[in-house]
């Protein structure tokens, strides 16, 4: 079993930036990709970014160029730095790990999830 714990979440102003880590524990060995969602109110859970074993990313097309994703494999601990934060970026930030050592941007492919972290971005 994997525990998931995310951290970092917060208000902000349009143009501002936040860092989100999200922390692992339990049973983490393993190459395992981790990724990161988000989720609005009466929306779907959206694809954010993904980051392999090895440090290879991808990014969804909202993001990019705006989020970093980097990983410590030492502390099994990930991190999401956001700049230049839109209204658009406001919602619930979930980290998961993957069963897989590949990048994927579906839902289903991870199996384990945290509870999330608030971000909320004003204009």
């Known amino acids: 079993q994997v525990q998931l714990v995310e951290s970092g979440g917060g208000s902000v102003q349009a143009g501002g930036s936040l860092r989100l880590s999200c922390t692992a524990s339990?049973?983490?060995?393993?190459?395992?990709?981790m990724a990161w969602f988000r989720q609005a109110p009466g929306k779907e859970r959206e694809f954010v970014a993904a980051i392999t074993w090895g440090g290879n990313t991808a990014y969804g097309d909202s993001v990019k160029g705006r989020f970093t994703f980097s990983r410590d494999n030492a502390r099994n601990t990930v991190s999401l730095e956001m700049v230049s934060l839109k209204p658009e970026d406001t919602g619930v930030y979930y980290c998961a790990r993957s069963l897989s050592s590949t990048l994927d941007a579906r839902r289903e492919r991870y199996r384990y999830w945290g509870q999330g972290t608030q971000v909320t971005v004003s204009s």
């Open positions: 339990g049973r983490t060995a393993g190459r395992d990709a």
